[in-house]
């Protein structure tokens, strides 16, 4: 049996507002998973568009030539673990392409556990132990143990700069957008509203460092969607709270005058299509405060709605 969906529906599924299990429960996702193909050439071109896979593929050269300069000067059954080590890489990172889930949170540290395991390798004792074990031959030092060091010195202040130009600096930069202040403003000054972020919700959180965010009190009126705390435990006690039964938590916005969404445009749409394909009503989306600037694209703003079903 093929999945139920309309092409508003798969483009809500797209944009991880799966939120509702009436429409998008385990039974849906059982069926889906059959017809989707989940390791195989078809999803090679999908890999090939992210700019993460060609991250990939530079790291494990990098850990392949790290490998060789670290294990060189060892024996041979030494190098052809070390060999083994990055044939097991590469044959996990086939997987991930061959899977369509190149993402940066599962690349690198798949490569950290690659360079951990040469580390351990390297750093292992060559002395031979046991009473007929053949005595460890004197082998030749490294001609360039200081330019080597000094490589791995340089290659690692450049990732750490990189890292910290292209993801720690611009974080930094968001949490002062006058978006996110107003966007917590909105949750502290109603707490009597339901407040849905529909992938949205790094608005309450953004530039926030560890451990301020370790002392961060996560408010009883926020309700993230499109993130992987959804259909938890937690999640569901939650909703049971606020009186949300049968975890259809969308098709509750028109019906309840108690929850609002904070969404951009583009999402909106989506949403409101949703609602009234699956209510057979119009549903209507009224902005209640006009939040500003997306922190993520600023050149889209970030709004709170209201939606009703038209009179």
């Not at 939120?19 to 078809?42: M, N, P, Y």
């Not at 889930?101 to 040469?118: E, W």
């Not at 609602?275 to 119009?282: A, F, K, N, T």
Request: contains cysteine; aromatic residues 8%.
């Amino acid at each position: 049996m093929e999945p139920d969906l309309s092409d508003n529906d798969v483009d809500v599924l797209y944009n991880w507002l799966f939120a509702d299990d009436g429409v998008f429960g385990t039974e849906f996702f059982e069926r889906l998973g059959q017809r989707v193909d989940h390791l195989g050439l078809s999803n090679l071109a999908s890999s090939l568009r992210a700019k993460t896979t060609y991250l990939l593929v530079g790291l494990v050269a990098l850990v392949g030539l790290y490998a060789w300069a670290l294990v060189r000067d060892l024996g041979e059954g030494r190098g052809a673990l070390a060999a083994g080590i990055v044939l097991m890489l590469l044959a996990s990172c086939g997987v991930l392409i061959l899977r369509a889930r190149v993402r940066l949170h599962v690349v690198i540290p798949l490569v950290a556990m690659g360079v951990f395991a040469l580390v351990s390798l390297a750093g292992g004792s060559e002395r031979p132990v046991g009473r007929h074990a053949v005595p460890a031959t004197t082998r030749a030092a490294s001609p360039c143990p200081v330019p080597l060091a000094a490589a791995c010195v340089v290659l690692a202040l450049a990732v750490s700069g990189g890292f910290w130009l292209k993801v720690a600096r611009p974080l930094a930069a968001r949490s002062t957008s006058p978006t996110i202040a107003a966007a917590r403003a909105y949750v502290d000054e109603n707490p009597d509203q339901l407040v849905v972020f529909g992938r949205s919700q790094t608005l309450m959180f953004a530039g926030t460092n560890a451990l301020a965010f370790e002392a961060w009190d996560w408010p009883d009126n926020m309700l993230p969607i499109g993130g992987w705390e959804n259909h938890t435990a937690p999640w569901a006690s939650f909703l049971a709270r606020w009186g949300i039964e049968g975890n259809d938590v969308l098709q509750q916005l028109p019906e309840r005058s108690d929850m609002v969404a904070v969404l951009q445009p583009k999402k909106m749409e989506l949403i409101r299509t949703y609602l009234s394909e699956h209510s057979g009503r119009e549903v209507e989306a009224s902005v209640v405060q006009d939040l500003g600037p997306g922190a993520a694209d600023p050149s889209v703003d970030v709004y709170v709605y209201r939606f009703t079903y038209a009179s």
